[in-house]
């Protein structure tokens, strides 16, 4: 008796919770799914939106990995963004709530302020900066030049350009900040203690007991910077259209192109795949490291 | 001995702070430049290195206005960033609920290939959305940037808020089912209720995207009056050219920015308190 109440109820939440899901369901085939496998087949095309498909087999891929100059030009650009940006913003966010975290006066208003520029980021804020880092009348360059710094062409040269637009980027760390701060205090205040008593040094204090701890949530930061960084697009278009001398031309400005300029569907779906392909590649890398220094607490 | 560990406490909170004061001025040195370029007359514009000029005026507001396009472009951003909210609300919350508070078979399988979409690249669908929406005559509406929000298209919000529904106690609905209360009103009268802080996190993830979303208005709205924000002041900042006059472009990036910078001084707990609430440390 009591076993088939048991089963019905089973069989009930099953139903249930397909209901539940059914909107994403719905969702994961129509807007994920079904594009995903369609962007593979035109991918193996020269499908340019309006005449005859013609299959060309592997052409595409074969193009983009041997003649295609723009692919490799805009991938390390991407490379590069990330490689600077990831590791800055990861280590910048630590220090940002690091100071937080010590509960001085004011702080839940720097907080506010560190997360203003997560709200505002947008096209208002990156014409803001262009006009900012401008090179002859930049408000930036005013205030470097009264503390005896030469200003530059901050956004008109490829040696500054894409440096320019990581340094923008790194104030939209709010979300990062906020997850770690929320990480560092979640450590227990004994470990602190302990650690006070055998005499252990603020550096050792950091490298054996607080990134230890936080290390899931830099864990989490990292894979989603990285994914996003992959696919940066509107600060270069805005800011510099992929210049100077295609300094700032990321890997999803030439697929913008490619498809939304040039109509080369075909091409820019394989490079829409070569690009997840990609993601794939580093978000795996990235977990088969983790187990070298991302912590659990059941570890511990 | 003592005495001097807390000296060395005092000093080191002493340089935090200033440093803390000195980050916190550049970083509110962009939105606070904005604002006062917007507040210069053109003949205070040569002098770019005056921070302020007094006395301030609303001409390059006036200027910038353009007979009202910008309020179509803020009734536009509006009205998808309203649609986007409600649909994100409903179909994550929906899917959330499910995956936290039911047993069953091949559960966790779909759950990681919720997570699995979040490394799909935008562009990978984007080509093969675009043609459909342009056989079915959708583009140059707004359909496209709101229609997927209905359906859960935002895996991240799934994740904050089963990881939110899932540390609320099953007793709660455990009571309710005594009750005879369905499935459906335990979700919206019971545990909705109760996940407010995170509800309110989702709300702001989704209007803050969607406020400053452009790639998607790039493709899929190709006029003027259908421009939202981000389209339309950069298209502004193009008719403006090489002149020197930059107060209305600033006048009108400060509007834009305006209602989120409002909404966010006024709801500033949520904002930093929520994502902390979510548990998405976990």
Known sequence: MRKRTKTKHFNRDTKYFWLFILPWVIGFLAFTLMPMIYSFVI??????????????????????????????????????????????????????????????PGSNLFRGIFYLPTICTGVAMYIT????????????????????????????????????????DMFNIGTAMTIVLAGLQDVPRDFY????????????????????????????????????????FTQPYVMTQGGPAQSTYVYGLYLYNTAFSYGKFGYASALAWVLFVIIIMITGVIMGTSKFWVFYREEV | MKGKKRNKAMVGNVVTEVVLILLALLFLLPIVWMFATSLKTQAQMTDPTKLFAFPASFRAYVEGWGGGRFLTYIKNTVVISV?????????????????????????????????????????????????????????????????????GASAYNIFLLRQFFAGLPNELSEAAAIDGAGWLRIYSQIY?????????????????????????????????????????????????????????????????????????????????????????KG
């Open chain 1, 43 to 104: 991918s193996f095309t020269n499908w340019n939106g309006q005449s005859v498909m013609n299959f060309m087999g592997i052409k595409n891929y074969i193009n983009i990995f041997t003649k295609d100059k723009v692919f490799g030009v805009s991938l390390r650009n991407t490379f590069f963004y990330i490689c600077v940006s990831v590791p800055l913003n990861t280590v910048f966010s630590i220090f940002l709530a690091t100071m937080l975290n010590k509960k001085l």
């Open chain 1, 193 to 232: 203690e302990a650690a006070e008593l055998d005499g252990v040094s603020p550096i050792q204090r950091f490298t054996k007991i607080t990134f230890p701890m936080i290390s899931p949530v830099v864990f989490f930061n990292v894979l989603m910077a990285i994914i996003k960084g992959l696919q940066i």
């Open chain 2, 83 to 151: 649609l986007c909210v409600t649909g994100t609300l409903i179909s994550c919350s929906l899917a959330a609920f499910g995956f936290a508070k039911f047993q069953v078979k091949g559960k966790n399988i779909i759950f990681m290939v919720v997570l699995a979409t979040m490394m799909v690249p935008t562009t990978v669908t984007l080509i093969p959305m675009y043609i459909l929406y342009s056989k079915l005559h959708w583009l140059n509406t707004i359909t496209p940037l709101v229609l997927p929000s209905f359906f």
């Open chain 2, 192 to 280: 909705m209720p109760n996940a407010k802080p995170a509800l309110i996190v989702v709300v702001i993830n989704q209007l803050v995207f969607c406020w400053n979303d452009y790639m998607g208005p790039l493709i899929y709205l190709g006029r003027p009056a259908n421009f939202t924000i981000a389209l339309g002041l950069n298209a502004f900042k193009g008719e403006m050219g090489a002149t020197m006059d930059i107060g209305p472009l600033m006048a009108m990036a400060f509007v834009t920015i305006l209602p989120v910078l409002l909404l966010y001084l006024f709801f500033q707990r949520y904002f930093v308190e929520g994502v902390a609430a979510s548990g998405i």
């Open chain 1, 129 to 168: 900066w262009t006009y900012l880092l401008n090179g002859t009348n930049g408000y930036l360059n005013i205030l470097l030049e009264r503390i005896g710094i030469s200003g530059q062409n901050w956004l008109g040269q490829s040696s500054t350009a894409m440096l320019s637009i990581i340094f923008m």
